[in-house]
DNA sequence: TATTGTTATACTCTATAACTATA
DNA sequence: TATAGTTATAGAGTATAACAATA
């Protein structure tokens, strides 16, 4: 091997490779900043659905944020184990989440980090660059979902 | 709760939240695919890695696929049980590594899936725009490992 | 002395099945 | 009968440390 190998383009060229990535290295800068915080991304979308929606039935949390009911459970617990999160008995099955005050004064705290680390990855695109992007990625989302469904349903 | 909750701007309108859905799905959709192969996306890009760099160095070829060492020694075994991989000591401490007819073949499958499920992920999508998303992809890689190495050393 | 490869180990994330209890 | 929540469990994927053998 004279030079340096690199992945051959018919990988290299794949949006999924590429999106793979992208996502590794921005997770990557994202748990190093908020490595202070002990806070994982999942954990600050939680805080932040509690934030926007306090009270919302633990299993509508877990379905916005793409979890299984089974591994929500735990997940929950780790934050009611921090006092930044709370159950609350709506009826005989249901459980209402609700931040604690900790909870918010943590999500303050993750807000400006997320925000400061959101700049910094996204600082070499102009807004109208940084804007088109997501709507490619919405548009490649979408469309790998419709294919995702119609191959499930063929099987 | 009257209306469905959504999750937060804040958090959907995050660079990683984006690229964190739009990898999923295409992951999702390209398992599905490749599920009569029994083929990951990653053992897929090591036989493509291996077809363009035949008896290249196992520890090359895991850097390049960014495994830790001591990952991709089960990773190669389990394709070496397949007969698709074959490790031939190089030297004494040293491994290259080869595609065997039978991983040969199967990668000539693997490429017409992985082609097409390209081809439907990002048919919404004008050449220009495929081309432009990889651009700035590529660009938000480069500055969240620039970030990520920055926050690294200042630790 | 640095490199290659391996083993052992552990932690996170994700997936399914089965169960309780409640509506 | 369907829903909410839990427990148990298993499989990937990824991380570090320690080691043997070799360059």
Chains 1, 2 share one sequence.
Do not use: W
Not at 132 to 150: N, P, Q, S
């Amino acid at each position: 091997m004279q030079d340096d190998p690199r992945v051959p383009a018919e990988i290299a060229d794949k949006i999924g490779y590429q999106l793979r990535n992208a996502q590794l290295a921005v997770f990557a800068g994202f748990n190093e900043q908020f490595a202070a915080l002990d806070l994982r991304p999942a954990q600050f979308s939680l805080l932040a659905v509690l934030d926007a929606y306090p009270g919302i039935v633990q299993a509508r949390a877990g379905e916005l944020l793409g979890f299984q009911k089974a591994n929500f459970t735990p997940f929950v617990d780790a934050l009611e184990r921090r006092k930044l999160v709370v159950r609350v008995r709506l009826d005989g099955r249901t459980n209402g989440l609700l931040l604690t005050p900790a909870g918010r004064a943590l999500l303050r705290r993750a807000r400006r980090l997320a925000d400061a680390h959101e700049r910094t990855v996204t600082a070499g695109l102009s807004p109208r660059d940084r804007r088109l992007l997501g709507e490619l990625l919405e548009r490649i989302t979408a469309a790998a979902r419709r294919d995702a469904a119609a191959a499930a349903r063929s099987a």
